[in-house]
T-cell receptor
Framework: EPEVTQTPSHQVTQMGQEVILRCVPI?????FYWYRQILGQKVEFLVS????????KSEIFDDQFSVERPDGSNFTLKIRSTKLEDSAMYFC?????????FGPGTRLLVL | GQQLNQSPQSMFIQEGEDVSMNCTSS?????WLWYKQDPGEGPVLLIA?????ELTSNGRLTAQFGITRKDSFLNISASIPSDVGIYFC??????????FGTGTRLTIIP
């Protein structure tokens, strides 16, 4: 069964460093999303991406964040200069318009 | 933004008991979804509902899309140990972001 994959599974970084989180969506899906979940809290929407451009973003997704689909398979989230409060699980999801399927997440820890 | 109120926040039940949880929203959704999340993992889709009034089952799970399009419930019958986890409802307008509920943590007492 096709699934969304994410790498790395864990990332530890120093405050102020750049991180890139990678996702491989399900191959025939056209809609891609990033969500994050701070420990013990609900899943929060960051950004949606369709047709090689951002279709919607939340107030969390400020100028420090960017997304890219550099080739036909990868979908990346970049945090330019990490802050302590960026520590969270980051989930990628892809959709065929009807249903979103989530990857296993990347646990980001900013020290 | 849209808010989903999910209840109860947590449940402590004995194996074999039935479970019921629900979500309500201040605004309508086109789609309601129920996900389960195990510690350190991503949400796994349990049931998706696409039409108001729809009642859908997946094994021991049953979920309904409220007729007003502002609410949904999930029932789990005859709970087993592997049902332990956090259950999230999520609402969606067509093709757009998911708005998640606050989650229901299910614990099964041996």
């Amino acid at each position: 069964e096709p699934e969304v994959t994410q790498t790395p599974s864990h990332q530890v970084t120093q405050m102020g460093q750049e991180v890139i989180l990678r996702c491989v969506p399900i191959s025939n899906h056209l809609y891609f999303y990033w969500y994050r979940q701070i420990l013990g809290q609900k899943v929060e929407f960051l950004v949606s991406f369709y047709n090689n451009e951002i279709s919607e973003k939340s107030e969390i997704f400020d100028d420090q964040f960017s997304v890219e689909r550099p080739d036909g398979s990868n979908f990346t989230l970049k945090i330019r200069s990490t802050k302590l409060e960026d520590s969270a699980m980051y989930f990628c999801a892809s959709s065929d318009l009807e249903t979103q399927y989530f990857g296993p997440g990347t646990r980001l820890l900013v020290l | 933004g849209q808010q989903l109120n999910q209840s109860p926040q947590s449940m402590f039940i004995q194996e074999g008991e039935d479970v019921s949880m629900n979500c309500t929203s201040s605004s309508i959704f086109n789609t309601w979804l129920w996900y389960k999340q195990d510690p350190g993992e991503g949400p796994v889709l349990l049931i998706a509902l696409y039409k108001a009034g729809e009642l859908t089952s997946n094994g021991r799970l049953t979920a309904q899309f409220g007729i007003t399009r502002k609410d949904s419930f999930l029932n789990i019958s005859a709970s087993i140990p592997s049902d332990v986890g956090i259950y999230f409802c999520a609402g969606q307008l067509w093709g757009e972001k998911l708005t998640f509920g606050t989650g229901t943590r299910l614990t099964i007492i041996p």
